[in-house]
């Protein structure tokens, strides 16, 4: 019985008994308890059905704990705390258009998928099998997968099977700020570019060698006892082999307690020049722990696969992003708002397709910066933390008519030497009766 039930009979029975008393009968008789069941269950009848009908019409709930409105566009919400309750609300809402996910399962983003109102997708702290995911993301513009751990076998199967969708797929960064306090850390640099710095887009300078600091915030001397180093590739960690034949070291290096020690892969024992590009992951055997760090090694920016006329469209339109590119839309701060669609003018239109196709331009004007008027206005863009250090692309698919890479973007934080995080963007060129344009082009910084 709820309250306002407890209350019209508390009330009721109150006067019932009020009226007695005048009449010098203080006993309750069994009509008058009759007549108190019989009210309450007319006001439960008539106020129950109301209250149920109000909550059904509420604009406002909440999910997660978050308050939201029937007419938000965006929700962000944890598949570990999601109740039947918040699924219902889910499916109140009538402009749901973007929904970023902690803890993502496959009957969650299979719900999404299949809403034709919801175009864009983050997935948070991802520790799944992408491969489960993949049909189910296809129905969606905008991807963005936030991994546990990188994985350049998942790497490959996105960008092979998500060609028509904008993607990003990044390392969880949510330890950016958070410096190990136990155990072992190893730092490393974030690249390293083997052929020095001419043609590199990158603001460090060039570090050639592999120098790995170990940090032991234990209270026993931690001795080195063998070293690997294994290149990430989309058939798993393939372990690299070192100048001796070798697929380990043996180096004679030691951190005290609670202490620190480095020492340096150098080009005698490693054949920086001949690796290939990419992530690579070094591994430190102790006596009784492990300890693993990330860096990317490049002997070239990537672009090789290229030939010179999209090589020219790739930097025009590089200079032409630095300029004029808005990637707000690609984030998920910003889905939440519903802004009114761009209009390009008809100049901005014209310089907008030397890089683009006109059918991106014309569907996508949102992604650029255009004023009120529809003309391009420049940006003004600053470098933040965490410091950008490299870009490194690789081909994921290539034909006469079409042209379809990826980009690797390398960052580091100045604050954290056992911080290094990067994440993945994808492009595609075709080939138009105006020559090679980009159908697909994210600005990585």
């Not at 309750?85 to 993502?104: C, F, H, Q, W, Y």
Request: aromatic content about 12%.
């Amino acid at each position: 019985m709820n309250v306002k039930k407890i209350l019209f009979g508390a009330i009721i029975s109150t006067a019932v008994c009020f009226s007695a008393c005048l009449n010098g009968n203080s006993e309750i008789t069994e009509t008058s308890a009759e007549s108190i069941t019989a009210a309450e269950e007319t006001i439960s009848a008539e106020s129950e059905p109301e209250t149920a009908t109000a909550a059904e019409q509420s604009d406002n709930f909440m999910l997660c704990g978050n308050g939201y409105s029937s007419e938000d566009i965006y929700i962000e919400i944890d598949g570990n705390a999601l109740t039947e309750t918040d699924m219902g609300n889910i499916r109140r809402m009538k402009k749901l258009s973007a929904v970023s996910i902690e803890n993502p399962s496959v009957p969650l983003v299979e719900m999404f998928a299949e809403n034709p109102l919801v175009t864009k997708i983050e997935l948070c702290n991802f520790d799944g099998d992408i491969s489960e995911y993949i049909d189910l993301l296809k129905s969606f513009d905008i991807v963005v997968i936030n991994a546990v751990k990188y994985s350049g076998r998942d790497s490959a199967l996105i960008y092979g099977e998500l060609s028509d969708a904008f993607v990003r797929y990044e390392k969880n960064s949510d330890r950016l700020f958070d410096l190990p306090t136990d155990g072992i850390a190893l730092a490393v640099p974030a690249v390293i570019l083997s052929r020095g710095s001419d043609g590199f887009d990158t603001w460090n300078a060039p570090i050639g060698e592999l120098t790995v600091g170990i940090s032991n915030f234990t209270d026993k001397k931690q001795t080195v006892c063998r070293l690997e180093i294994f290149y990430e590739s989309e058939n798993g960690d393939e372990a690299a082999v070192f100048r001796n034949g070798e697929s380990f070291l043996e180096f004679d290096a030691a951190a005290a307690p609670l202490g620190e020690a480095a020492f340096t892969v150098d080009d005698t024992v490693f054949d920086y020049k001949s690796a290939a590009n990419g992530v690579y992951k070094v591994r430190v055997t102790f006596e009784n722990d492990t300890a693993e760090a990330e860096f990317v090694i490049a002997n070239s920016d990537g672009l090789e696969f290229l030939t010179a006329e999209q090589r020219e469209l790739f930097d025009k339109t590089h200079e032409f992003s630095v300029k004029y590119t808005s990637e707000s839309w690609m984030y998920s701060d910003s889905w939440g708002r519903e802004n009114e669609p761009a209009q390009l003018s008809e100049k901005a239109l014209e310089t907008v397709c030397e890089c683009y196709t006109y059918d991106y331009a014309a569907e996508y004007a949102d992604r650029f910066s255009v004023d009120g008027s529809g003309a391009l206005y420049e940006n003004d863009w600053r470098s933040g933390s965490p410091v950008y250090e490299f870009t490194l692309f690789s081909p994921i698919s290539i034909s006469d008519e079409r042209v379809d890479f990826k980009a690797t973007v390398v960052n580091s934080h100045g604050d954290d030497p056992y911080f290094v995080w990067f994440y993945e963007l994808n492009y595609s060129m075709v080939k138009t009766d105006g020559g090679w344009r980009f159908d697909k082009f994210q600005f990585w910084r």
